[in-house]
């Protein structure tokens, strides 16, 4: 069995089913009970594109620096999450759950 390098990675491939603005920060669903909470600043590209552009739409790519992390979808729309010190609303950044599995923080 092949495992992704870093946890984030493990969306590779996923589907998002469901996104939703909670309080101040953004939730992800995707197929098999995964689910990703963006405390952070982020922003989608184009700049045209909503929320709804995820949904039933799969992750290609994930790209990690020290300043964001981006995901790329199947219909070219981009996720960017801002890492850096100024776009930090609380303790982490992304919060990662998948059933059977430890949480991952990125904080």
């Known amino acids: 069995m092949t495992y992704p390098a870093s946890p984030i ?17 953004l939730q992800l669903r995707f197929e098999t009970s995964t689910g990703m909470s963006i405390y952070n600043d982020w922003n989608l590209v184009p700049k045209t594109a ?4 995820l949904i039933e739409h799969h992750v290609t790519a994930v790209h990690s620096s020290a300043d964001e992390v ?6 070219e729309t981009k996720l960017i ?3 850096s ?14 059933v059977g599995l430890p949480t991952v923080i990125w904080n």
Do not use: C
Request: negative net charge.
């Open 50 to 53: 909503t929320l709804r552009n």
């Open 85 to 98: 010190v100024s776009a930090w609303k609380g303790p982490e950044a992304l919060q990662l759950d998948r």
């Open 9 to 25: 990675e493990s969306l590779i491939g996923m589907t998002v089913t469901h996104t939703e603005i909670v309080h101040d920060y």
């Open 70 to 75: 981006v995901f790329d979808f199947d219909n």
């Open 81 to 83: 999450v801002d890492l």
